[in-house]
Every structure is written in structure tokens, then in C-alpha cells.
């Protein structure tokens, strides 16, 4: 089991920016996939970006330029850091961890609320 807690959200202006953290109960070195996923009011859940534990990382087109994923492997946490906010950002944020055994392990948090206001 592992379990995620995030934090760092909150309520900015179109412009500023916000750095969510996820702080995992696991040695993130042992999973593969950690993201940040989004879902806003009757939408579907999306990924906003992701890191794999050999350093990879992809992220949403709405995102590129703006927002980083980042590890602090002796941590167990994974940073979001989002510049340049827009109201169309406005959304729960999640974290995710994925783990693959013989199954796949996915793991999520409980979410934090990013909000922009134009």
C-alpha cells in the first residue's frame, strides 16, 4: 500500500503560480510512474503530467511551458510546480503513483483544490 498526501493548493489570480506537493508513504525509487492528474467540475479526470522513476517525464499540451514535475527521491515527494496559472487550470489536482508487480499497483490522493480567478 501506499499512500499519498497533497498538499499546496489554494486560491491565485490568473498570472501567479502555486507548487503542489505529494508526499508518498513508499520509497518513491519503487515506483514507476508518479503524476499529477486534474478533473474540473463535469469533466473527466486528466493527466497534467507525469515522472517516471528512470526520469522521464511528459506532460498535457495546455501545460508545456508552464508547469514542472519534479522528485525529491530522499523525500518521497513529487512537486508540481505551475506558473503562470490560468483560470482554465481551476480544477481538484491529484496525485497518482503506479507501481508495477505482476499487477499495477495505482495509487491516488485525496486531492487539493487549485482555483484561478481571472
Known amino acids: 500500500q501506499v499512500q499519498l498526501v497533497e498538499s499546496g493548493g489554494g486560491l491565485v489570480q490568473a498570472g501567479e503560480s502555486l507548487r503542489l506537493s505529494c508526499a508518498a508513504s513508499a520509497n518513491i525509487f519503487t515506483i514507476n510512474n508518479m503524476g499529477w492528474y486534474r478533473q474540473a467540475p463535469g469533466k473527466q479526470r486528466e493527466l497534467v503530467a507525469a515522472?517516471?522513476?528512470?526520469?522521464?517525464?511528459n506532460y498535457a499540451d495546455s501545460v508545456k511551458g508552464r508547469f514542472t514535475i519534479s522528485r525529491d527521491n530522499a523525500k518521497n515527494t513529487v512537486f508540481l510546480q505551475m506558473n503562470n496559472l490560468k483560470p482554465e487550470d481551476t480544477a481538484v489536482y491529484y496525485c497518482?503513483?503506479?507501481?508495477?508487480?505482476?499487477?499495477?499497483?495505482?495509487?491516488w490522493g485525496q486531492g487539493t483544490q487549485v482555483t484561478v480567478s481571472s
Open positions: 497518482n503513483a503506479k507501481r508495477y508487480t505482476i499487477v499495477v499497483e495505482d495509487y
Open positions: 515522472s517516471t522513476s528512470g526520469g522521464s517525464t
